[in-house]
């Protein structure tokens, strides 16, 4: 602050302006807290006006200050006094009262004056502090109220800041058990009842995923039980079908050769046709020859008859030559002795006659019973070759029943090879569904590990779960090989029956 | 034979012609006998007795054939070819007899025949003569006279 003198006095401008800036402080600190209070009181609906204010200062400066030139410019000697009164003023002491150091009129209004201005500065001065420090205190209880405003701010900040970060620190350890129930303020407590929310649908999220983890766990073993037990099954309907197909192979070889003895058979069925015909042939010459014997055998007969004719008239003749002799006595002797040989020879001849004409009667007889028995065999030959024929028809019909047997057979086989090849297939989609179970089994657990990272606390399922994910964790460490199933005459695997005694034997 | 020849020539020896009638054998004087000869059919006779078959034609004569197995009361024949007919002749009657066959010429002694046993009836006895026993048969000699039927004779 540069000194008042005279300089200041010369220079009237600089001097107002240098008044002015001295009062500018003043001026300042009255009208600063004004303007910066000015909204609040505007809308606390004050009546003081700054503006006003500050313009009546502005007037009463400015009218002292021409005062001051009037008197710098009239009066030297109690302008000292004036200057030091006005240097006090300006100093701020407004509480000494302007002693008049001058007895002129002119001076004396102005120290007057000065009294006045200091009395109005000093009034203005006291209302300006009064104000200034009721403003003061407004301002100390506002900033007061704020700072307290603003502490609870940081405060509830803080806690909420230590709360929440503490929360998701926990949450970020896995701990869903933890809500935060201390409330926070009322701008927090939003948060933390989301977050609270969040953490409980969270939780409640990871226990519906527990359980349904444990029901997966348990069905997907269920599904992997149960595809290792259709994979086995398909190896098993596998070996059949090959044993079915070992089996129908020979069966077709057997009805092949069926067939080709029954081709073999009507061969020599049609043979023993051949022959049968031949036979009735001969049978029938026979017949005929029997027929011829007999024939001659009548014929002769006849001849035989003729000659028994003349032995009887022969011998009736020896007899009348016999009678004649005796008749002729003495004489006729030697001529009955010829007559008894003519009738000897006769009888012989006749005897023979006989004899013969029995051998031919039992001969002919006996080509009689020949010729039956021939047309007996003819017979037999006829219903032979009958039969023989039905046979041919019925091997020719077995022949022909075992060619289709093979055809049928032969479809029955392709029908088989598909089969087998389903069953292939079949088992290798097996094997991809029994991997994929194994494989959604292992993530099941793997998910059934992350999820064991929460801690669910007091809800009770997580608790309930723990044991039971031990036991798949334990029983399903590596996911089982996928089984390789043989095509043709394998033996089956044998790792299966151990999978089968893990407890699906049901399936 | 020739021991029948001998048998004769060392004693009264008479000739017979043996001849069967069913089962039997019989025998007659051979002197009786004109002829043997085989059956001819013969044409039977009205009102004839049953042992008469009927006539024949022997040579242009008339010759009644007594069926002898009738005349002797044995079961009547049924003529072949092969059955016989011997004529005889007796008393100038000329017949012939049917018998079954002629079988042989005996020659016969006197002693060698055998009165007819004296049980027979007195019809056998007046057909039979005597019996003969030669070998394992008995051939019984029949007496002609008697077998020609009274009507024949009377016809005679």
């Given at each position: 602050?540069?000194?008042?003198?005279?300089?200041?006095?010369?220079?009237?401008?600089r001097?107002?302006?240098t008044y002015?800036?001295?009062?500018?402080?003043?001026?300042?600190?009255a009208?600063g807290?004004?303007l910066?209070?000015?909204?609040?009181?505007l809308?606390?609906?004050?009546?003081?006006?700054?503006?006003?204010g500050?313009?009546?200062a502005?007037v009463?400066?400015?009218?002292?200050?021409?005062?001051?030139?009037?008197?710098?410019?009239?009066?030297?000697?109690?302008?000292?006094?004036?200057?030091a009164?006005?240097?006090?003023?300006r100093n701020?002491?407004?509480e000494?009262?302007?002693?008049?150091?001058?007895?002129?009129g002119?001076?004396?209004?102005?120290?007057?004056?000065?009294?006045?201005?200091?009395a109005?500065?000093?009034?203005?001065v006291?209302?300006?502090?009064d104000a200034?420090?009721?403003?003061?205190?407004a301002?100390?209880?506002?900033?007061?109220?704020?700072?307290?405003e603003?502490r609870g701010?940081v405060?509830?900040?803080?806690?909420?800041?230590?709360?929440?970060?503490e929360?998701?620190?926990?949450?970020?350890?896995?701990?869903l058990?933890?809500?935060?129930?201390?409330?926070?303020?009322?701008d927090?407590?939003?948060?933390?009842?989301?977050?609270n929310?969040?953490?409980?649908?969270?939780?409640?999220a990871?226990a519906?995923?527990?359980?349904?983890?444990?029901?997966?766990t348990?069905?997907?073993?269920?599904?992997?039980?149960a595809?290792?037990?259709?994979?086995?099954?398909?190896e098993?309907?596998?070996?059949?079908?090959?044993?079915?197909?070992?089996?129908?192979?020979?069966?077709?070889?057997?009805?092949?050769?069926?067939?080709?003895?029954?081709?073999?058979?009507?061969?020599?069925?049609s043979?023993?046709?051949a022959d049968a015909?031949?036979?009735s042939?001969?049978?029938r010459?026979a017949?005929?020859?029997?027929?011829?014997?007999?024939t001659?055998?009548?014929q002769?007969?006849?001849?035989?008859?003729?000659i028994d004719e003349?032995?009887?008239?022969?011998?009736?003749?020896a007899?009348?030559?016999?009678?004649?002799a005796?008749?002729?006595?003495e004489a006729?002797?030697?001529?009955?002795?010829v007559a008894?040989e003519?009738r000897?020879l006769a009888?012989?001849s006749?005897?023979a006659?006989?004899e013969?004409k029995?051998?031919?009667?039992?001969?002919?007889?006996?080509?009689?019973d020949?010729?039956?028995?021939?047309?007996?065999?003819?017979?037999?030959?006829?219903?032979?070759v009958?039969q023989?024929?039905e046979?041919?028809?019925v091997?020719?019909?077995?022949?022909?029943?075992?060619?289709?047997?093979a055809t049928?057979?032969?479809?029955?086989n392709?029908?088989v090879?598909?089969?087998?090849?389903?069953?292939q297939q079949?088992?290798?989609?097996?094997e991809?569904t029994?991997a994929?179970s194994h494989?959604?089994k292992?993530?099941?657990?793997?998910?059934?590990?992350?999820?064991?990272?929460?801690?669910?606390g007091e809800r009770?399922?997580?608790?309930?779960?723990?044991?039971?994910r031990q036991?798949?964790?334990?029983?399903?460490k590596?996911?089982?090989q996928?089984?390789?199933?043989?095509t043709?005459?394998?033996a089956?695997?044998k790792e299966?029956?151990?999978?089968?005694?893990?407890?699906w034997?049901?399936? | 034979?020739?021991?029948?020849?001998?048998?004769?020539a060392?004693?009264?020896?008479?000739?017979?012609i043996?001849?069967h009638i069913?089962?039997?054998?019989?025998?007659?004087?051979?002197?009786a006998?004109?002829?043997?000869?085989?059956?001819?059919?013969?044409t039977?006779l009205p009102?004839a007795?049953?042992?008469v078959?009927?006539?024949?034609?022997l040579r242009?004569?008339?010759?009644?054939?007594i069926?002898l197995?009738t005349?002797?009361?044995?079961?009547?024949?049924e003529?072949?070819?092969?059955h016989?007919?011997?004529v005889?002749?007796?008393?100038g009657?000329?017949v012939?007899?049917l018998v079954?066959?002629?079988s042989?010429?005996?020659?016969l002694?006197q002693?060698?025949?055998?009165p007819?046993?004296?049980?027979?009836?007195?019809?056998?006895?007046t057909f039979?003569?005597?019996v003969?026993a030669?070998?394992?048969?008995?051939i019984?000699?029949?007496?002609?006279?008697?077998?020609?039927?009274e009507p024949?004779?009377?016809?005679a």
């Amino acid at each position: 602050m540069a000194e008042p003198d005279l300089r200041y006095i010369s220079s009237g401008g600089r001097a107002v302006k240098t008044y002015a800036t001295l009062l500018a402080p003043v001026i300042g600190i009255a009208v600063g807290p004004l303007l910066s209070l000015g909204p609040h009181l505007l809308q606390g609906g004050a009546s003081f006006d700054p503006l006003w204010g500050a313009a009546g200062a502005s007037v009463s400066l400015i009218g002292a200050i021409a005062a001051y030139r009037v008197i710098s410019s009239r009066v030297s000697r109690p302008a000292t006094s004036l200057v030091a009164t006005l240097d006090r003023i300006r100093n701020g002491d407004l509480e000494t009262p302007v002693v008049k150091s001058g007895k002129s009129g002119e001076l004396s209004a102005v120290f007057d004056a000065l009294e006045n201005l200091r009395a109005t500065l000093q009034s203005d001065v006291r209302r300006r502090a009064d104000a200034a420090s009721a403003e003061q205190r407004a301002a100390a209880q506002r900033r007061a109220s704020q700072d307290a405003e603003s502490r609870g701010y940081v405060e509830a900040h803080e806690f909420f800041m230590k709360s929440f970060t503490e929360g998701l620190e926990r949450l970020a350890a896995g701990n869903l058990k933890h809500r935060l129930n201390d409330p926070f303020s009322s701008d927090y407590e939003k948060i933390r009842h989301c977050y609270n929310v969040a953490l409980d649908k969270l939780r409640g999220a990871f226990a519906d995923m527990l359980g349904h983890i444990d029901g997966l766990t348990s069905r997907t073993g269920e599904i992997a039980g149960a595809a290792d037990a259709l994979a086995q099954r398909t190896e098993q309907q596998a070996a059949s079908l090959e044993q079915t197909s070992a089996a129908l192979e020979e069966i077709t070889a057997t009805v092949h050769k069926t067939s080709d003895g029954a081709q073999r058979a009507a061969g020599v069925v049609s043979e023993a046709q051949a022959d049968a015909t031949r036979s009735s042939e001969i049978v029938r010459n026979a017949i005929e020859a029997m027929g011829r014997i007999e024939t001659s055998s009548r014929q002769i007969g006849q001849i035989i008859g003729v000659i028994d004719e003349i032995a009887f008239q022969t011998n009736l003749l020896a007899l009348n030559a016999g009678v004649e002799a005796a008749r002729a006595g003495e004489a006729g002797r030697g001529f009955a002795v010829v007559a008894s040989e003519v009738r000897a020879l006769a009888q012989r001849s006749a005897e023979a006659a006989r004899e013969i004409k029995s051998l031919i009667s039992t001969s002919s007889s006996q080509v009689e019973d020949g010729v039956a028995l021939v047309a007996q065999t003819g017979k037999s030959l006829g219903r032979i070759v009958d039969q023989v024929v039905e046979a041919n028809k019925v091997v020719v019909e077995i022949a022909n029943g075992a060619r289709e047997q093979a055809t049928g057979l032969a479809e029955v086989n392709t029908a088989v090879a598909q089969m087998d090849q389903f069953t292939q297939q079949n088992a290798a989609m097996v094997e991809e569904t029994t991997a994929a179970s194994h494989g959604l089994k292992s993530d099941i657990e793997r998910l059934a590990t992350s999820v064991a990272a929460f801690d669910l606390g007091e809800r009770g399922e997580a608790a309930a779960f723990a044991p039971k994910r031990q036991k798949p964790l334990s029983t399903n460490k590596a996911p089982p090989q996928p089984r390789r199933v043989t095509t043709r005459g394998g033996a089956l695997p044998k790792e299966q029956p151990a999978q089968v005694e893990e407890g699906w034997e049901e399936f | 034979m020739a021991e029948t020849i001998s048998r004769v020539a060392t004693s009264e020896a008479k000739e017979f012609i043996a001849f069967h009638i069913g089962a039997q054998t019989f025998c007659i004087d051979i002197m009786a006998v004109r002829e043997i000869r085989g059956w001819t059919p013969a044409t039977p006779l009205p009102h004839a007795p049953t042992f008469v078959r009927g006539v024949i034609n022997l040579r242009g004569a008339v010759l009644p054939v007594i069926d002898l197995a009738t005349r002797l009361g044995l079961m009547q024949s049924e003529p072949t070819a092969r059955h016989a007919v011997i004529v005889v002749q007796s008393a100038g009657q000329v017949v012939g007899l049917l018998v079954d066959a002629v079988s042989n010429i005996l020659t016969l002694t006197q002693d060698a025949i055998q009165p007819t046993p004296e049980v027979a009836s007195e019809i056998a006895r007046t057909f039979v003569k005597g019996v003969v026993a030669a070998g394992d048969e008995m051939i019984s000699v029949l007496t002609i006279q008697n077998l020609l039927p009274e009507p024949v004779l009377d016809a005679a």
